[in-house]
């Protein structure tokens, strides 16, 4: 199918473009045993990786797909048409020189260098399969702070990745933390030493590039006692009339004191089925954010959780989604306060049109030993047109009376009010609509880096347009 | 044909079955169909009920041998349910028009008791519900509401007795300018398990909802409110609140709240909310500065809290029989 009638089928899409696959080396499409020995081997993985890798795949087939979220989206997946294992050049690179062209060229499209230039610490670009490049500041290096891709992570430091891997989002968790434990590679891995703040943020950037294409990076991070780390991440993929599969796990671990902010800007493509399991521990008096955004993909089925282990810990999910055409963001939290003194705040924003379909789902469960807790959900949705859904599906699981916690929700469509405000004092229509929806969407975005929100806005505003007659 | 052998067992991961299964609900084992005894109805004409797909409704249609018709116009009712025996059960189709008025209360020491409720609102029906039962008994309450054009139900429930409670209540609002303003009020207390789920459809435009449900919880109570909320395609104009709040006065008691909202339709407001807190230690020690026990104290803030559900219930006869039967039921949990 052409480029132009993929387009017709999936939407007009600022990062559809993709590069000629110059892959050197591709696993032929399927799912086996024998794929996932292969992964492990050719990665040159130690025993007990292979070894977890196939139990995982054991896990995988039997267990059912989940009966939540949009069954019918996800009874479409077919496995059996996914290429497990891409990978597009010899090797991570450290100089961005020696990138293969192609792929920089890509990744010079999407501003990564020169953002890498300005305000990271660090950065990570996964094409397909595996990183091809990384760098880390030198007085970040220089502290002690690890941050490779998580080939390199369990090649270089395997006692630490054995030690915390598949601790956070066990493979039997679900259907497709099962299959990311078999298939991963990929992704980022981070250590943080003891009283080490890395100020400025680290970014990894995801990319997609070839057909029914399965992205399944595995991320790991650790912030050792009263350490902080600001992680950032982008996805995106080309437009293409079949689908590709993005099934990542994120693993968090906060020891005591510390604070990890991990952030998404996800903005794949509307042929990309976003699965991904993202869950942290928390310890004693630390802190763990997600801050989520989901703008892309056909479905997203994706819940940052946090496990509130430790006293006087803390959650905060702030997540938004936008919904268009075909699209269904089931999207939300979950926070588990298990230790006394916990407390959590979460905020879900989203928006629906031309038939777009947005989902809260959250949990927020008190286990009977978690005194004195604290938590507030608050989830706000906007409707732009007749064709579109919101839903809301919170549970509150209180196992203690000295709980307090607080949900609240909304559903509405832009005042008439506020437009009529906004275009007396000389906006369009479709102006005064980008306003109102870059304001509601503003506790996000001032989260995020300056860069990030400029681009999300902007964004925002490419998929508004038209949203008005 | 009876459907009931036909419907599959619902897993737990429905909504409406999570936290009560079919399995812990059901009088005997899933597949039997036990002989049940009536319910005594104080009045009532004798009437039928088709039989449902949906497991709960079908398994009390199976085995109940009554069912009675109130018709209301334009009056008060007051409708005794009487529960006795082993397992008894009992169906009842509502039809109201006019300014009407329905108390129900459910009583009796039976060890299992169904009721199917079936009712059509014409005009402005109040309804009190008042769950009676002795201690030890179970209860499955299975109820559907249509209201129709410019037509209001004021539905108000106390449920206080039985032990094992599982109630689904859904109202259907099928025309313009139909409305519900619903209260429900569940006290928990020893191991009580109280379990309401509620749908309410909004499936015409300018439609109008509001639910409040406040659940007290004492000693190792469990109490489960959920909640579905649909604006259906067409509503355009509808308004829907629902509020869920917890009071949780010991350490063991437990409480779940999922109030769900699923909004197919733009131009409409539609919120929920829910909380769960702990008693208030200042209103404690304010009450019993000024001479009560702690108990007093403790069941004065019960009240206070269980009766601000039927905020939005404008029918004074149904606010006050709810409040006499509150104050009965927390006499006798202090006084043993």
């Known amino acids: 199918m052409s480029g132009d009638t993929a387009r017709e089928v999936v939407g007009e899409y600022q990062y559809g473009f993709h590069d000629p696959e110059n892959a050197t080396i591709r696993f032929d499409k399927g799912l086996s045993e024998q794929v996932v020995r292969d992964i492990s081997e050719l990665k040159n993985e130690p025993e007990w990786m292979t070894e977890v890798r196939i139990k995982a795949y054991r896990r995988f087939i039997e267990m059912p797909m989940p009966t939540w979220g949009n069954c019918d989206m996800l009874n479409q997946i077919d496995f059996d048409a996914v290429t497990y294992f891409l990978r597009s050049s010899k090797g991570t690179e450290n100089n961005w020189d020696d990138v293969p062209d192609d792929i920089k060229n890509t990744f010079e499209r999407l501003g990564i260098p020169e953002a890498e230039q300005k305000w990271l610490g660090g950065v990570t670009a996964q094409y397909e399969s595996e990183a091809v490049y990384h760098s880390i500041r030198e007085d970040l290096e220089e502290q002690g702070v690890l941050f490779l891709d998580m080939d390199s992570g369990l090649r270089e430091y395997p006692e630490i990745v054995k030690k915390y891997f598949a601790t956070v989002v066990p493979a039997s968790d679900n259907k497709f933390s099962a299959l990311n434990t078999a298939v991963w590679s990929g992704g980022s891995f981070i250590y943080v030493p003891k009283g080490v703040h890395v100020a400025m943020p680290v970014q990894a950037y995801f990319r997609i590039n070839a057909k029914n294409m399965g992205q399944f990076e595995r991320t790991l991070i650790i912030a050792d006692e009263g350490s902080s780390i600001n992680y950032v991440e982008g996805c995106t993929a080309p437009t293409y009339s079949t689908e590709s599969l993005h099934s990542a796990v994120v693993e968090l671990v906060a020891m005591d004191g510390a604070k990890i902010r991990y952030s998404t800007v996800q903005n794949w493509s509307a042929n990309v089925y976003n699965l991904v399991t993202k869950r942290g521990i928390a310890y004693a008096n630390a802190t763990i954010e997600w801050v989520d955004g989901n703008i892309g993909s056909k479905l997203t089925m994706k819940y940052p959780s946090v496990l509130l282990k430790g006293e006087g810990s803390h959650a905060e999910v702030i997540s938004v989604a936008y919904a268009g055409k075909g699209q269904h963001q089931d999207a939300g939290a979950k926070v588990h306060h298990l230790a006394p003194n916990t407390t959590s705040n979460i905020l879900s924003k989203s928006i629906s049109k031309n038939g777009g379909r947005s989902s809260y789902r959250g949990m927020l469960q008190v286990t009977p030993k978690a005194h004195g807790c604290r938590s507030k959900v608050v989830c706000d949705a906007l409707l732009l047109d007749s064709d579109s859904q919101s839903d809301t599906y919170p549970t509150m699981e209180i196992g203690n009376s000295s709980a307090d916690l607080e949900h609240e929700a909304s559903v509405s469509k832009v005042s008439n009010d506020q437009l009529f405000y906004l275009m007396s004092r000389g906006h369009s229509e479709a102006e005064a609509m980008g306003l109102i929806v870059n304001g509601f969407f503003e506790p996000f975005t001032r989260e995020l880096p300056m860069e990030y929100a400029v681009e999300l806005n902007r964004l925002l505003e490419l998929e508004m347009e038209g949203a008005i007659g | ?336």
């Open chain 2, 1 to 336: 044909m009876m459907q009931y052998p036909k419907i599959a067992i619902p897993p737990r991961s429905e909504h409406l079955w999570r936290y009560t299964p079919w399995k812990r609900i059901h009088p005997t084992k899933v597949e039997e169909m036990p002989n049940a005894d009536h319910i005594l109805f104080s009045s009532g004409e004798d009437s039928a009920m088709d039989d449902s797909d949906e497991i709960a409704r079908s398994f009390i249609h199976s085995i109940s041998s009554v069912c009675k018709l109130v018709a209301l116009d334009d009056e008060l009712q007051e409708l005794d349910l009487r529960c006795s025996g082993h397992i008894c059960a009992g169906e009842i189709n509502v039809k109201s028009q006019g300014n009407s008025t329905l108390i129900v209360r459910i009583s009796g020491d039976a060890g299992w008791t169904g009721i199917r409720l079936s009712g059509e609102v014409k005009g402005t029906l109040s309804v009190a519900v008042v769950n009676d039962l002795s201690g030890e008994g179970h209860l499955l309450r299975c109820e559907d509401w249509a209201v129709g054009r410019d037509s209001t139900l004021e539905f108000a429930t106390l449920s206080a007795g039985g032990f094992l409670n599982k109630s689904d209540i859904r109202v259907n609002l099928t025309q313009t300018g139909s409305e519900l303003r619903g209260g429900i009020a569940s006290n928990g207390h020893n191991s009580r398990h109280d379990d309401h789920h509620i749908e309410i459809t909004h499936k015409s435009k300018h439609t109008y909802s509001s639910l409040v449900m406040h659940a007290a919880c004492d000693d190792s109570s469990h109490s489960v409110g959920t909640g579905l909320l649909t604006i259906c395609e067409g509503a355009g104009g509808s308004d829907a609140g629902q509020v869920f709040r917890n009071l949780l006065l010991s350490e063991k008691a437990r409480a779940e709240a999922i109030p769900e909202l699923e909004v197919l339709a733009d131009d409409v407001k539609a919120a929920h909310g829910a909380a769960s807190a702990p008693v208030d230690v200042n209103q404690i020690h304010y009450l019993t500065s000024r001479g009560l026990s702690r108990e007093e104290a403790s069941a004065l803030i019960v009240e206070g809290f269980l009766m601000d559900a039927f905020r939005h219930v404008k029918n004074q006869d149904v606010v006050a029989t709810l409040r006499t039967r509150l104050l009965v039921h927390l006499e006798c949990l202090i006084s043993g």
